[in-house]
């Protein structure tokens, strides 16, 4: 069965840094982009970038540009989303997910979210 | 303010039929497939239409998807109460290298 498991909720302080992870399991991790989703409380679904975890060849949406940094790791199966410094604006929700057809197509596969709380 | 332009809500009572439509640009719309996501309160989005009108395996065919030029449209028929959710649409944006775009989504309630 193909699943993204998702690290654990976070609760930092404005200006920490932190990670979090995506772990894919049941297919072959290497061949299918991974999207990072943002989901701010209340809101909607807004894309924060993908990546390639052949070669790391990464695209992030405009918004994003700057903000956070999406990496990969072959050897663990694992995608992971960065932030040097955290702020109270990064409260959201944040989801993975598996590109079916490459980075154009469909996301397939949710990981169950990692909720992310920025206090100061 | 989201990219691709969906109603806030939508409602039907069981048993009706409901739109939701997903108003995009040439970018997105126009030049690339329409992908819809449902989301169950406390849930992560699940794929419920992709490739305009194809729908994955377990979804049920009372959900179609359509497309017309920068405009998309999500379909339920025979609503029914577990119906009751939040519907996305998405499409791949060719401007600035390429990036994703969402729907600011739609509340459905079955009253």
């Known amino acids: 069965e193909v699943q993204l498991a998702q690290s654990g909720a976070e609760v930092k302080k404005t200006g920490e840094s932190l990670k979090i992870s995506c772990k894919g399991s049941?297919?072959?991790?290497?061949?299918?982009?991974i999207g990072w989703v943002r989901q701010m409380p209340g809101k909607g679904l807004e894309c924060v970038g993908i990546?390639?975890?052949?070669?790391?060849?990464?695209s992030y949406s405009p918004s994003f540009q700057g903000q956070i940094i999406i990496s990969a790791d072959k050897s663990s199966s694992t995608a992971y989303l960065q932030w040097n410094s955290l702020k109270a604006s990064d409260t959201a929700m944040y989801y993975c997910?598996?590109?079916?057809?490459?980075?154009?197509?469909?996301?397939?596969?949710w990981g169950q979210g990692t909720t992310v709380t920025v206090s100061s | 303010q989201s990219v691709l332009t969906q109603p806030p809500s939508a409602s039907g009572t069981p048993g009706q039929r409901v739109t939701i439509s997903c108003s995009g640009r040439s970018s997105n719309i126009g030049s690339n497939t329409v992908n819809w996501y449902q989301q169950l309160p406390g849930t992560a989005p699940k794929l419920l239409i992709y490739?305009?009108?194809q729908r994955p395996s377990g979804v049920p065919d009372r959900f179609s998807g359509s497309k017309s030029g920068t405009s998309a449209s999500l379909a339920i028929s025979g609503l029914q109460s577990e119906d009751e959710a939040d519907y996305y649409c998405a499409a791949w944006d060719d401007s600035l290298s390429g990036h994703w775009v969402f729907g600011g989504g739609t509340k459905l309630t079955v009253l």
């Open positions: 997910a598996r590109l079916r057809g490459g980075a154009g197509s469909w996301m397939d596969v």
């Open positions: 049941g297919y072959s991790f290497t061949t299918y982009w």
């Open positions: 990546i390639y975890p052949g070669d790391s060849d990464t």
């Open positions: 490739s305009n009108d």
